[in-house]
């Protein structure tokens, strides 16, 4: 006779009177091993359960070294506790699972795929099948039979069987763990589906409420197939009519426009991107000529609502068709202000320290190389005093 964990009896018990026997610690995580336990161990590609035990949290359930370990937030004690079960948590998990089930056996009935790994994620699960890519039609045609069989409420139970009954028995199977010994857990899904399997399931197909596959993704050797089930599907529902009607406001068109809305959007922003580079060559063509063609060897200007990369480029290019001019720039661009320095090849100053100089009396730091000094400004307010001292040393 088995002694069955109480969340393998009734995987609907929501808490327990019971003991804990022993505590102990796994590295730095304290745990506590327990009489009995509604918990479920992660396992069968399905996430441990959280709880309390009394009022301390439970964040992890492992099987360890032959023991059912609840990893806990804070040590406990031994001695009496009640147990109970995040059952948000787990009635997701058990939508999921059985909703796997049902996903795994009409995907191996009505089409000859078989399931090769199942992952129960943090915000959608997948299978894994051993076919190459569905098309659209065949995904539809899966999720409809599954839909039919959700509607028709069939029974999901469990039972164990001995390994000699269960040898007797057709049973779909991702098979046993290499070297099970013992009897065997048999999940069933009335009249549909008949597989090995430790995890907590519904009572009924009914419970799954809907599955909706979200897409695939080729692997080696096989098709990863998304899904939702249960409430789940209707939370994802949710966030999509959520942010269609975030998109509806921006855009200012229905759902059925949004996408070429954006389309176009892009499509304008490029455009405006290309014409902004033009404007901004023929601006730097403008001032490079004017500057140049100016008798004042110091070129000195403050370019609102330009970046420093904006005006490294001007100045570059103004002592490099002038190369006795000196250009001392700053802008300012979201709110950084910049400077740049420049000295062309016979302008004959120390830029180095000329640079430094002004890079102090704006309360900023730079450096560079010749032809260029350049850095940010922490206040313009010496901006005066740095023109003087530069046009001192030219
Ligand atoms: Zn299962």
């Not at 506590?32 to 396992?43: F, N």
């Not at 040590?75 to 049902?102: I, Y």
């Not at 795994?104 to 199942?118: C, K």
Request: with cysteine; proline share 4%.
């Amino acid at each position: 006779m088995i002694t069955l964990p109480a969340y393998d009896r009734d995987p609907y018990l929501k808490a327990l009177e019971t003991r804990i026997l022993r505590v102990g610690q796994d590295r730095d995580r304290p745990f506590a091993l327990l009489e009995e336990t509604i918990l479920y161990p992660e396992g069968g590609g399905q996430p441990a359960d959280f709880g309390f035990l009394g009022v301390v949290p439970v964040v992890d359930v492992q099987k360890r070294e032959g023991e059912l370990r609840h990893y806990l937030a804070a040590p406990a004690e031994v001695g009496p506790t009640r147990v109970v079960l995040d059952w948000e948590r787990r009635f997701d998990h058990m939508q999921q699972h059985t909703g796997q089930h049902l996903l795994t056996a009409l995907a191996q009935d009505r089409f000859g795929w078989s399931t090769t790994a199942f992952h129960l994620g943090e915000s959608r699960c997948d299978i894994e099948l051993g076919t190459e890519a569905l098309d659209p039609e065949r995904m539809e045609e899966l999720e409809n039979a599954v839909a039919e069989a959700i509607r028709e409420n069939r029974r999901v139970s469990s039972r164990w069987l001995t390994a000699q009954d269960y040898a007797a028995l057709k049973v779909r199977s991702r098979g046993l763990p290499e070297g099970h010994v013992g009897d065997i857990r048999l999940v069933e899904i009335e009249g549909l589906d008949l597989n090995t399997c430790g995890g907590t399931h519904l009572r009924s197909t009914a419970e799954v409420e809907v599955i909706k596959l979200l897409g695939t993704e080729p692997i080696r050797g096989g098709t990863r197939l998304f899904f939702v089930a249960g409430q789940r599907a209707r939370k994802r529902m949710s966030a999509h009519e959520q942010r269609n009607a975030a998109l509806r406001v921006l855009l200012g068109a229905p759902d059925e426009e949004l996408v070429a809305g954006v389309e176009a959007k892009l499509a304008q922003l490029q455009a405006s991107e290309r014409r902004l580079r033009r404007l901004e060559e023929q601006l730097v063509e403008a001032l490079v000529g004017a500057w140049a063609a100016d008798s004042e060897p110091v070129q000195d200007h403050h370019l609102e609502g330009q970046d420093g990369a904006f005006l490294g480029r001007v100045a570059r290019e103004l002592v490099a068709v002038a190369p006795a001019k000196v250009a001392f720039l700053t802008g300012e661009h979201e709110s950084q202000a910049t400077f740049v320095l420049a000295a062309g090849s016979e302008a004959g100053i120390d830029l180095a320290t000329l640079g430094a100089t002004i890079a102090a009396l704006l309360d900023g730091r730079g450096g560079g190389r010749a032809p260029i000094f350049q850095g940010k400004v922490g206040s313009l307010k010496g901006r005066a005093l740095a023109s003087a001292a530069m046009r001192q040393s030219c």
